[in-house]
């Protein structure tokens, strides 16, 4: 057990929805990272954010959103969904804001399937 | 742009065979380089990493050489379990990046 935390695990929805994935961190970081896991695209970064404030994107669709809140978790809001966009997504955490010199605790995903 | 390439698998072995996973990279900088794990149904952990060429990460009996004039980090195990069964992903970051870059993902069976 990593310690990082998502909600929910599984989420099947339609396209031209909107759903919101969240994360708690590990106690003590700061840093919330996001990441899409799917068979053709690999594993993409999209987003962190570090102690309330974005600090990097990565593949971002301008159709997703992240915000990490005071008491840091993190929550990723994927609008007019389409079918591509069924993956697995992946949160992680670190304690401070370096992606390469910290190392990042993945949670156990969730995976979403858009019909 | 920073890039992995890593061996394609699946990759499948008998107990107490030996692994080689290739992992090659291309940056504009003086990146870290890293060996991820994930187990079936899980998120993925870290399971190496170097940070500077000729250094050696290693873990569980896994090893991988930062190897700057090849730019490779490839993954060896002399005596792999079944319980090793796994996806393997080979990633970098650069210096001043906070941004990690992942291969595609190898994935290894190991049989009894």
């Known amino acids: 057990d990593s310690g990082v935390t998502q909600t929910p695990k599984h989420l099947i929805t339609a396209t031209g929805q909107r759903v919101t994935l969240r994360c708690s961190p590990r106690?003590?970081?700061?840093?919330v990272y996001w990441y899409q896991q799917s068979l053709d695209q690999g594993l993409q970064f999209l987003i962190q954010?570090?102690?309330?404030?974005?600090?990097a994107k990565g593949n971002i669709l301008e159709r997703f959103s992240a915000q990490q809140f005071p008491d840091l978790h993190s929550e990723l809001n994927l609008s007019s969904l389409e079918l591509g966009d069924s993956a697995l997504y992946f949160c992680?955490?670190?304690?401070?804001?370096?992606?390469?010199?910290?190392?990042?605790?993945f949670g156990p995903g969730t995976r979403l399937l858009v019909l | 742009g920073n890039s992995v390439t890593q061996m394609e698998g699946p990759v499948t072995l008998s107990e107490e065979a030996f692994l080689t996973i290739n992992c090659t990279y291309t940056a504009t900088g003086y990146p870290s380089l890293f060996w991820y794990v994930q187990y079936p149904g899980e998120g993925l952990q870290l399971l190496l990493k170097?940070?500077?060429?000729?250094d050696k990460g290693s873990n569980k009996g896994f090893e991988a050489t930062y190897r700057k004039e090849t730019t490779s980090f490839h993954l060896e195990k002399g005596s792999v379990q079944v319980s090793d069964s796994a996806v393997y992903f080979c990633?970098?970051?650069?210096?001043?990046?906070?941004?990690?870059?992942f291969g595609k993902g190898t994935r290894l069976h190991i049989l009894p």
């Open positions: 170097a940070t500077k060429a000729d």
């Open positions: 954010y570090y102690n309330g404030e974005e600090r």
């Open positions: 106690s003590g970081d700061l840093s």
């Open positions: 990633a970098l970051s650069d210096r001043g990046d906070d941004k990690i870059i």
């Open positions: 992680a955490s670190s304690v401070g804001a370096g992606a390469g010199r910290e190392t990042q605790y």
